[in-house]
């Protein structure tokens, strides 16, 4: 027992140490553990996931602002900073300081940094909309080479494009791009972005999306098209401003899903939710827990720190007070984090030869659950996977993502779906299923081909 004990608490310092590297890769659903994390950035980094916090250059110099984003985040968004009118307020002329002061922190704190964004109709600089379809096409790209080029290898994922779509679902129709170089702009930027900074994700990022609507549904198939013409594009950041009027909707981690099945990440890129006490507790817990049952969301970015500075601090839609005081939202954005029960990591090493295997990471609250299973191939590549999921008596599954399933109680098969059959050697894809009852102690089988 006492050697069991020390094995594991060795196991989970390794994953605490290794999750900051990890969040930067993508979603990997680390333990959660009985040895809750205290800060937002440590309990997110054990769950594979990062934690940021929209920040302003103008508050740095607040010694409680840093040290609260430094202390309690693992990743950063500026919160304007890297906005055009900002960063190229004359052609050609870049102006990175104030962007490179909050990079500058985030990078020695080996924070997942997101870079927001660069080709959107507001806050775009004066001479930009004058610009003839020629002139504009060659700004645009020149814009994304000058901005990704100078942070180049620096940045998780970038919002390419930034709310172009109306709320009927059609492109937005007031922003330049549109209206000069038409439906193709968005493919444009994201071919220029790839070129630009290879290695960083490509985001296509907007608000009241958060639901499945007539914009969401825009959005999706345009998405959907990408990915069946080999347009780069690798993930989706979804906003989530709420408040009274525009609630945490009832679909949004079925939004989340359906939106990662088409094979791409999912984030949450600029969350607050307005109110006060347990009514906007539960409202991130929600969220938050939608992001935790949906593997391909890799992390979640609350915009602003303390309520005072929010874009709309009358609301206050945060999780600090204007005293840097944590709110009930906080501590429920917390244990939502520190939530779940997890079944053990593997213990033995991948077989080899064609061969996979498959862990399952079990979230269970009350009377449901979500089962994350990994899919790792062996020492060759993979291609084609069928996954036996044994639940435990009384679990029953009601819903799935990325693979195809028979069944929903006792032994239930999943195999592949068209993007995630192909695994290269060593390498793990990912698939999820939701249920109700008692889903922990589930078992897995795995067969290639
Ligand atoms: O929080 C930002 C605020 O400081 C700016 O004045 C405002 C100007 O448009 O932009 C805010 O951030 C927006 C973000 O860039 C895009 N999505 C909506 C955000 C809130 O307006």
Known sequence: MVIKSLRTTARKVVVVAAAGALAATGAIALAGTADAATTLGAAAAARGKYFGAAVSAGHLGEAQYTSTWTTEFNGVTPENEMKWDTIEPNRNQFNFSPADQITTQARGRSMTIRGHTLVWHSQ????????????LRSAMVNHINGVMGHYKGQIYAWDVVNEAFAENGARRSESPFQQ????GYIEEAFRAARAADPAAKLCYNDYNTDGQNAKSNGVFAMVQDFKSRGVPIDC????????????????YQANLARFASLGVDVQITELDIEGSGSTQANNYTRVLNACLAVSRCTGITVWGIPDKYSWRASGTPLLFDSNYGKKAAYTAALNALNGGTTDPPPENPPPSGGACTATVTTNQWQDGFVGTVRVTAGSAQVNGWTVTVTLPTGATITSGWNANRSGNIGAVNFTNVSFNG???PGQSVEFGYQGTGTGSGATTSCAAG
């Open 124 to 135: 775009l600089a004066g001479w930009v909309s004058g610009l003839d379809a020629t002139n």
């Open 180 to 183: 000069k170089l038409g439906n």
């Open 236 to 251: 989706v950041g979804f906003q989530s401003h709420f408040n009274s009027a525009s609630p945490v909707p009832s679909d």
């Open 422 to 424: 192909s695994i290269a």
